[in-house]
């Protein structure tokens, strides 16, 4: 792969992460999910996904983008 498609490849990651991490936050907002946080103290596992894969992908992108 060339150096120009790996940077294109790791900022599409990198957005892709902050959005993850946005739709889990914005999930965590829900009705369901503050029953559930209420109740056992913890987020939801779906909202526990979205912020793993959110941090994941933000991190793989950033270590391709500054990776020589």
Same mark, same amino acid.
């Given at each position: 792969? !060339?150096? /120009? /498609?790996?940077?294109? +490849?790791? +900022?599409?990651?990198? $957005? /892709?992460? +902050?959005?993850? $991490?946005?739709?889990?936050?914005?999930?965590?907002?829900?009705?369901?999910? %503050?029953? !559930? %946080?209420?109740? !056992?103290?913890?987020?939801?596992?779906?909202?526990?996904?979205?912020? +793993?894969?959110? $941090?994941?992908?933000?991190? !793989?992108?950033?270590?391709?983008?500054?990776?020589?």
């Amino acid at each position: 792969m !060339t150096k /120009s /498609s790996m940077k294109i +490849i790791s +900022i599409v990651l990198m $957005a /892709s992460g +902050i959005g993850l $991490a946005s739709w889990g936050y914005n999930l965590s907002g829900g009705f369901g999910s %503050q029953v !559930t %946080q209420a109740f !056992t103290g913890s987020p939801t596992d779906k909202v526990m996904m979205f912020y +793993i894969g959110g $941090a994941v992908s933000f991190a !793989t992108g950033l270590f391709l983008y500054i990776k020589k």
